[in-house]
């Protein structure tokens, strides 16, 4: 069991902090590789080039993301039954979650690629783009098994209390994509078609080591009769992943409904909006680790039924998030000129980018907790109501988007994001404080009537 964690018992803010560390450099690595292909196609390539790769980032999340939240949703079943100690679970669960990825890759690879080049056009994405955007896009779909593959595999670690074996893995594929990058395109003048190789090759890479670990854990030595067909247990693990996966793809509506209104105004607003979307998705990274901290945290805790440590574990994660806002948010509302020439050019874009950054990073504490408080909600398997909260963020963006981008333009986009946020937040946290109460409620009277049971006899 060597590099798992059970967070059921000891020092909490101990715990966190070990799982969290070790994590937030592999998400960070993770958004520097991201970083890395839009910063070298963008100054090897060009604007328009930064905009064909910035173009199917919407589209790239509403797929990748679908299979995220199928992991992540698996992984809170994986990590109650670690938690609890039902280590038979544990592995039937870890198979059945297998079985059904490997199903899902072939229907997303699938249908991604089909559609790909109509997507596209309804996202009225400009003809100068066009075809650099399509060779994007079916190099990184006709990868995405590897993809899909690390997403399960370091999900799976992170049920188990392991955030360094993905750590490791991101190390390793952000120095290989990086270098590949710079390779394809400074050397072979390859086009963004390196940058989509270079990106598939890591996540190869990443899924190989993760997968590797998992092979070495005993609790996790599994025969042919935990790949049993279980239609109980595949029913509980899609019931928990699907609508974590359609929150992630409602979300990815959303932001493709953003990315359409954005493609309406120009080549040079999409770039400067892809520049602004990697920004965001870096800074976010803190906040964003707290999350899966939490997740991590309250399904151990959860399936052990130590709510207690749930309270205590989600102030810690705040704490995480409110520091983050403070660093990051100031450094896009005080410096948004600076950091944008990072990564564009043109001073239209750059200025453009200008506009953006400050509106999203005063409003970026709503995003912060709310990834605390969604992954709580998350962890005690009530998906239902962020896949809710996903909904709301869509209905937000597409209203705040439709009334004022004619009215104030390209900004509306930063207040749309902004609102969604703020939505979403409301919805999860009253629902982690009211489900959170009700469960502890719950225990207090349970105990209480063995008490008076044991009493009377």
């Known amino acids: 069991m060597s590099r798992t964690s059970n967070m059921t018992e000891g020092k909490v803010s101990k715990l966190i902090l070990a799982f969290f560390f070790p994590m937030l450099v592999t998400n960070m690595l993770q958004q520097l590789y991201s970083a890395a292909d839009t910063a070298i196609v963008g100054k090897g390539l060009g604007d328009n080039a930064l905009a064909a790769v910035g173009n199917m980032s919407s589209l790239t999340f509403l797929i990748i993301g679908f299979s995220m939240g199928l992991s992540n949703g698996f992984s809170v079943l994986i990590g109650q039954s670690f938690g609890a100690g039902d280590y038979r679970r544990l592995r039937k669960t870890t198979a059945a979650s297998i079985k059904l990825a490997a199903l899902i890759t072939i229907i997303l690879t699938t249908v991604s690629l089909l559609f790909l080049r109509p997507v596209l056009g309804i996202l009225r994405t400009d003809s100068i783009i066009m075809k650099d955007s399509l060779i994007y896009g079916y190099i990184i779909f006709g990868g995405l098994a590897a993809a899909i593959a690390y997403n399960m595999c370091s999900g799976i670690l992170r049920a188990l209390g392991d955030s360094r074996t993905p750590l490791t893995a991101i190390i390793i594929s952000t120095l290989i994509n990086i270098f590949l990058d710079a390779f394809f395109i400074f050397v072979l003048k390859t086009g963004v078609e390196g940058a989509a190789a270079a990106t598939v090759l890591a996540q190869v890479i990443s899924a190989a080591v993760c997968f590797s670990k998992l092979r070495r854990l005993d609790i996790l030595r599994l025969n042919r009769e935990d790949f049993a067909p279980d239609p109980g247990l595949s029913g509980c693990l899609l019931k928990n992943g699907i609508p974590m996966a359609l929150m992630n793809s409602i979300t990815a509506v959303g932001c493709m409904v953003i990315q359409y209104f954005v493609n309406g105004l120009g080549v040079a607003y999409t770039s400067a909006y892809s520049a602004c979307s990697r920004f965001i998705n870096m800074f976010m990274q803190p906040a964003c680790t707290a999350g899966f901290t939490m997740s991590a945290f309250t399904s151990q805790n959860y399936g052990a039924k130590k709510y207690d440590r749930i309270k205590e574990g989600l102030r810690i994660c705040l704490v995480i998030a ?136």
Request: net charge positive; proline share 4%.
């Open 322 to 457: 409110f520091i983050s806002y403070l660093i990051f948010g100031s450094v896009m509302v005080f410096f948004p000129s600076q950091i944008s020439a990072v990564m564009l050019n043109g001073r239209e874009q750059i200025s453009l980018a200008a506009q953006y950054l400050p509106v999203s990073g005063f409003m970026m504490i709503f995003l912060d907790m709310l990834f605390v408080f969604r992954s709580g909600v998350q962890g005690m398997s009530y998906p239902f109501i962020p896949m809710c909260s996903g909904i709301l963020e869509m209905v937000m963006r597409i209203s705040v988007i439709a009334i004022f981008v004619p009215k104030i333009g390209f900004i509306a986009t930063a207040w749309a994001e902004g609102a969604a946020w703020t939505g979403a937040l409301l919805l999860n946290g009253i629902a982690f404080i009211l489900i959170l109460h009700s469960r502890a409620e719950w225990k207090k009277k349970f105990q209480e009537s063995r008490r008076l049971t044991c009493e009377q006899r």
